[in-house]
């Protein structure tokens, strides 16, 4: 027979493990069920967003001066040569992609307040799919980039619009980037708040900030008292015995023994 193993500093023995109740080993292939919703909300909140770039080329139509062209026999010519029309397109689509950009965050960010990688992915990229059909469209819907045609359509010095183009193509950027934005500071006042996080158990009863000190550092401060009071208490006594005795078996020793003869 052999003795039972007595676990180290008196800690409880650890329980057998069962093959079958441990966790299944995670191979990192497997995307959980909310990184699945996560990912397909995304890609439908991109598609709508990129949608909406129709009604971006619609305003972008509408609102931006177009360029006034003449044309002669030969030549077609800018009718005013100082004009500013062509600039004036390029602001005004640069306003209204950076307009859409904020106002489909708002509506996104009014029916899903949570945030995230993949709604972040897919604000930024149906921003720029929407910006890139609104500047299809608006030239679409524009006149006709074949200005030859039409100067002969019209006939020689009259007026007709110039075809609309963008001509900053950095432009595109700005519904992306009105997006982000607008994420940001929507996030900041008033997204959900992260809760406080607790102090770890092994920190609990530990002295504070201005020297406070728990239940276990007041005992711990007694405790040393405690144990050296009976020795301070017993000191003396143990000092005091062998002064007192030692005077009293020298003169028995020395009453009892005649004094040696030289």
Do not use: C
């Not at 980039?145 to 359509?153: F, M, S, W």
């Not at 619009?161 to 009105?178: T, V, Y």
């Amino acid at each position: 027979m052999t003795a039972p193993l007595t676990p180290r500093d008196n800690q409880p023995p650890e329980e057998p493990r069962h093959p079958e109740a441990a966790p299944a080993a995670d191979h990192g292939g497997s995307v959980g069920p909310e990184t699945a919703r996560e990912l397909r909300e995304g890609a439908l909140i991109a598609l709508l967003v990129a949608v909406t770039g129709v009604l971006l080329g619609l305003l972008w139509n509408w609102l931006a001066p177009h360029v006034p062209l003449v044309a002669d026999t030969r030549n077609v010519y800018l009718k005013n040569t100082e004009g500013e029309e062509s600039i004036g397109a390029d602001g005004t689509f640069l306003l209204l992609a950076f307009a859409f950009g904020v106002l489909t965050t708002a509506v996104v960010f009014l029916f899903r307040r949570r945030g995230g990688i993949p709604l972040v992915v897919a604000l930024v990229v149906g921003g720029l799919l929407g910006a890139t059909l609104g500047w299809m469209t608006g030239m679409w819907l524009g006149p006709t980039p074949d200005v030859v045609a039409h100067a002969k359509q019209v006939g020689p010095g009259v007026v007709f619009d110039g075809p609309l183009r963008l001509q900053a193509k950095g432009a595109l950027l700005a519904w992306p980037m009105g997006a982000m934005v607008t994420q940001l500071v929507l996030s900041a006042l008033f997204g959900p708040r992260d809760p406080v996080p607790e102090a770890p158990y092994w920190l609990q009863g530990q002295p504070g900030e201005h020297g406070e000190q728990g239940p276990e550092g007041q005992h711990a401060q007694q405790a040393p008292q405690d144990q050296e009071t009976p020795q301070a208490q017993q000191a003396p006594l143990a000092q005091e015995t062998p002064q007192q005795e030692v005077p009293d078996r020298l003169r028995e020793h020395h009453d009892g023994k005649p004094p040696a003869e030289g």
